[in-house]
């Protein structure tokens, strides 16, 4: 999972279907989820950013930012 997570800022669409789609991992043993799902399960009912700031160098750069 790559990103920022914000359920405040998601419009209700893209808010019910996160919760759907973490019920249904929710039913998985955690020793078997995927690096995503864990990320999306301990995400639930926060803000979380897991964009790497140096892969931005290059377009600060090319940009002069």
Request: hydrophobic fraction near 40%; include cysteine.
């Amino acid at each position: 999972m790559a990103g920022a997570w914000d359920e405040e800022g998601m419009v209700f669409t893209d808010r019910m279907l996160c919760k759907v789609l973490q019920k249904a991992v929710s039913k998985k043993d955690p020793s078997t989820y995927e690096p995503w799902m864990v990320a999306l399960m301990s995400a639930k009912g926060q803000k979380c950013d897991w964009t790497d700031k140096e892969y931005l160098k290059p377009v600060f750069e090319y940009f002069d930012i």
